[in-house]
């Protein structure tokens, strides 16, 4: 079912997983493409970096997300590890606030076009 | 395959300098996680999409809008250029079709006819025109100098 409507449904929503996912703990790229890729792949999608780095950018632009660079022992290159800002933080309250609201108003319509199905 | 990548993506990048070596550093680290965690560059690469993409959608997150400072700066220099040469037309034009310096109402002789109105408004037109000359050949420079630049 990879329509258009679905894949507003999940670009909508992927800046706001990725912000729950840095909210969670100080995390870094790789980490956030395997976790979401763990736990949201039959639903989201396979997530790729080149979907997941803009939005990580945009977050960053938009102050809601910070980083610091912090040297990777593993490959003696560095990583870049992300947290919430308290912009972000007072962002994220919000939009799960918003989330759950959201989701009862849009499963009220849904029920009521389900009991109509049924009652045909 | 992963520096031929990554220049790739370099080279197609519409960014500042900084945002440049801010994309370049996090993919020099995704490449690098991804082969500590037993992936191949060839994966990676499957992963990251053509590097024109990434650095497409990279460059519209960074306030480049996927295109150069230099294509714009050209095409505004070349747009100010072309209202530089209408402003011309028009001076020209308004210029040709008034009577010679010194004449009113075809008198050969001094009259008491006073004129009003609006003389300056074609010697505004010409200034106007050269401004636009010196905005516009400074904006295509401009561009011209950004696209040298980056090569």
């Known amino acids: 079912m990879e329509n258009r409507y679905v894949q507003q449904f999940k670009k909508g929503s992927l800046e706001m997983i990725l912000l729950c996912l840095i909210g969670k703990k100080e995390t870094y790229g790789y980490e956030i493409i395997t976790e979401l890729n763990g736990s949201g792949a039959a639903v989201l999608g396979y997530a790729k970096e080149g979907t997941v780095y803009p939005i990580l950018y945009r977050l960053q632009e938009a102050g809601l997300v910070q980083c610091r660079i912090a040297p990777a022992a593993a490959n003696g290159g560095s990583k870049k590890y992300y947290s919430l800002t308290e912009k972000g933080e007072e962002t994220l309250r919000e939009l799960i606030l918003f989330w759950r609201e959201y989701t009862v108003c849009v499963d009220g319509f849904v029920e009521d076009y389900q009991r109509m199905e049924e009652k045909l | ?151």
């Not at chain 2, 965690?37 to 499957?46: D, K, L």
């Not at chain 2, 200034?127 to 636009?132: C, T």
């Open chain 2, 1 to 151: 395959m992963r520096e031929n990548y990554i220049e790739l993506v370099r080279k197609a990048l519409r960014v500042s300098k900084a945002a440049k070596r801010v994309v370049i550093g996090d993919l020099n680290e995704i490449f690098a996680s991804a082969l500590e965690n037993g992936e191949t560059e060839a994966q990676v690469i499957e992963r990251l999409g053509s590097p024109e993409e990434f650095a497409k959608s990279a460059a519209e997150q960074l306030g480049g809008s996927g295109r150069s400072v230099g294509v714009a700066a050209r095409w505004s220099g070349i747009c100010i250029l072309a209202a530089a040469a209408i402003c011309f037309v028009v001076y020209g034009m308004v210029r040709g079709a008034g009577v010679p310096d010194g004449v009113i109402g075809q008198a050969d002789a001094m009259t008491n006819i006073a004129v009003e109105g609006n003389g300056q408004v074609p010697l505004a037109i010409l200034l106007l025109g050269i401004v636009a000359v010196v905005a516009g050949a400074i904006q295509t420079v401009r561009g011209f100098c950004a696209k040298w630049r980056r090569r």
